[in-house]
């Protein structure tokens, strides 16, 4: 079994940044691919950002120039950093990991972008 766990949301204005984590634990073995999505109530979930399993990171438009998808494999850690954050930005994150075919999600964490 393998766990993901999001944190390092919150409250922050327009302009500023933040950093999300997505630890992984449990039964890892090999490499894994690796996502942030975002949801926000009455939407489905979209991709933000990914990774391969070579560590090739990928954007969707809204991200591209502003967000940075990172993974530590030591820790077992990926990270969204995001800058110049706008209100439309302010939704639950969630991370998952694909591994053998399998994909794990987290339970989020939310971000809201307000003055």
């Known amino acids: 079994q393998v766990q993901v766990v999001e944190s390092g949301g919150g409250l922050v204005q327009p302009g500023e940044s933040l950093t999300l984590s997505c630890e992984v634990s449990?039964?890892?073995?090999?490499?894994?691919?690796s996502g942030w999505y975002r949801q926000t109530p009455g939407q489905q979930r979209d991709r933000v950002a990914s990774?391969?399993?070579?560590?090739?990171?990928l954007y969707e438009d809204s991200a591209k120039g502003r967000f940075t998808i990172s993974r530590d494999n030591v820790r077992n850690t990926v990270y969204l950093r995001m800058n110049n954050l706008k209100p439309e930005d302010t939704a639950v994150y969630y991370c998952?990991?694909?591994?053998?075919?399998?994909?794990?999600w987290g339970e989020g964490t939310q971000v809201t972008v307000s003055s």
């Open positions: 449990g039964r890892i073995w090999g490499r894994y691919e």
């Open positions: 998952n990991v694909r591994l053998a075919g399998t994909t794990y």
């Open positions: 990774m391969s399993t070579s560590g090739t990171p």
